[in-house]
């Protein structure tokens, strides 16, 4: 009987999981007894990890994501976004990026729709506010940074220079320390092409509600970096939140009031809202439920993994997974042997890994390791962090792309042209009509 296995989410789980279902049913795939269909809004995968290298302009944008359809050939590819699963009569609902919705049927189905920024209701967030999530978040945070730089040199204006030149990070996980350690490095970096920028005048702080930052690299590490950063001049407050920021104006707990018009918000993620549109069991945490075997707890022919569902860690009993890449990419492969075994009627294996620990690449040359408890700081853990991601970062492709891309920035220095333009890329043909019209 002919199998459609339909994948929602085109990541680290869609990707990872249709690359060796494609490898491991290539027979059926030929045969048309195996049909695969990825649905994302993206024709991409994003390396989320190399994205504040993209932000700092060490990469190119393009080199950061794997494009889905050169890569995964036997699969069809549907861009767009999956509003409704139901999974009791096999159906979801696609919504394309044009025209009206529809349904789709499968015989199994993978939920890897990752997750999005946890946010809460602090006023002015959403008018201000921005995530690092996505390949476009990264670059139109690395114009805006870029831009501040330009608006800050030209005027004559002390409050509007003031403004422009403090950038906020609230959550400092991976997200947010790496992305505000190689903003802050590029920033630096950028000063010396600006003659009325001095030092002192860029002032970057980083908002924690917790006593720790970058936990994923243990309480050694993470109280380094923390004097790493403090020494580098960034403002690193700890249990701290942030109350308010109508209109640029920031309230910090701490009684902290300041203006700044950037601020980033990375703290922490929940999983895609699609997860609640289903009709699959969630856990108390609005993950989607899973069971070690990666398939949804209690439910016949669904499977799930990555940072949208809840997966028990079995290596550490009452625990579960880690929203993280090194789970996601292991727990794929281990999602796609278990669905091959599910089609050929054998029993199912449980995903084991413990957490080996974590690389954080901090701006040029500085880094962070703690990984098989081997502890690096400075340049060596820099360069951990890069030989580690060229080598997961899907294709071969891709990798020399990276390479040449890091080659470049070594003997040209990095691009800090803002290109913030692109973002308003009609605006210079409509100020053209309307001096027509005049
Ligand atoms: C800046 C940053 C740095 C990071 N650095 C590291 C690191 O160094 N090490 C590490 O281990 N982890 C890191 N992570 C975390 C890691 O990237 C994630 O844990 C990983 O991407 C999770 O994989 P996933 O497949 O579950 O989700 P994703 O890779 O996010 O993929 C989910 C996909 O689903 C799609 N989707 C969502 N909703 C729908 C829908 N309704 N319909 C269709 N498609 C949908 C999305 O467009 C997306 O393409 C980092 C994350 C960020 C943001």
Same mark, same amino acid.
């Given at each position: ?17 249709? +690359? ?54 036997? *699969? ?64 139109? +945070? ?34 947010? $320390? ?27 702080? +980083? $908002? ?78 609005? &993950? ?25 860690? $079995? ?20 999602? *796609?042997?278990?669905?091959? &075994? ?59 792309? $990276? ?6 920035? +070594? ?28």
């Amino acid at each position: 009987m002919k199998k459609h296995i339909l994948i929602v989410g085109g990541g680290y789980v869609g990707l990872y999981t249709a +690359l060796r279902l494609q490898r491991r049913l290539r027979r059926e795939l030929h045969g048309g007894e195996v049909r695969i269909t990825i649905i994302d809004p993206q024709s991409y995968m994003t390396y989320q990890p190399f994205l504040p290298e993209a932000a700092a302009g060490n990469l190119s944008p393009r080199h950061v994501v794997a494009p889905l359809r050169r890569i995964l050939p036997k *699969a069809r590819i549907l861009n767009g976004t999956v509003t409704k699963v139901s999974h009791s009569d096999r159906t979801v609902t696609f919504q394309p990026a044009e025209g009206e919705p529809r349904q789709l049927t499968y015989d199994v189905i993978v939920m890897a729709a990752g997750s999005i920024s946890r946010t809460l209701p602090i006023p002015g967030l959403t008018d201000i506010g921005i995530g690092f999530k996505t390949v476009g978040e990264a670059i139109a +945070l690395r114009n805006r940074v870029l831009h501040q730089l330009d608006l800050a040199e030209s005027t004559d204006d002390p409050d509007v220079r003031r403004r422009a030149l403090t950038f906020v990070v609230v959550g400092a996980g991976f997200a947010g $320390v790496e992305a505000l350690a190689e903003l802050e490095d590029m920033a630096k970096d950028s000063r010396r092409y600006y003659r009325n920028i001095g030092p002192s005048d860029l002032r970057w702080v +980083l $908002v924690e509600a917790t006593n720790r930052v970058l936990p994923e690299v243990g309480p050694e590490m993470g109280k380094w970096t923390l004097e790493q950063l403090r020494e580098r001049g960034i403002d690193v407050r700890l249990e701290t939140r942030l109350e308010s920021c109508v209109g640029g104006h920031v309230m910090l707990s701490d009684g902290t009031e300041f203006e700044a018009e950037t601020l980033v918000w990375t703290a922490g993620v929940k999983a895609s809202p699609v997860v609640r549109d289903s009709d699959l069991p969630l856990d108390e945490r609005g &993950r989607i439920k899973g069971t070690a075997r990666l398939t949804v707890a209690g439910t016949p022919d669904a499977f799930a993994a990555g940072d949208a569902a809840g997966v028990p860690d $079995v290596t550490n009993p009452g625990q579960f997974c880690a929203p993280n890449a090194q789970h996601a990419v292991r727990q794929a492969k281990v999602l *796609a042997d278990n669905i091959v &075994r599910h089609l050929r009627g054998e029993e199912l294996v449980e995903y084991r890994h413990k957490y080996v620990g974590s690389v954080a690449g901090l701006g040029l040359h500085q880094g962070v390791a703690n990984v098989y408890g081997v502890k690096l700081r400075g340049f060596p853990a820099w360069f951990m962090h890069r030989t580690y991601h060229l080598s997961r970062v899907p294709t071969l492709n891709r990798k020399v792309r $990276v390479v040449v891309d890091w080659t470049l920035t +070594l003997f040209f220095k990095r691009e800090t042209i803002s290109l913030g333009e692109m973002e308003h890329p009609r605006e210079g043909f409509r100020a053209a009509v309307a001096t027509t019209h005049r």
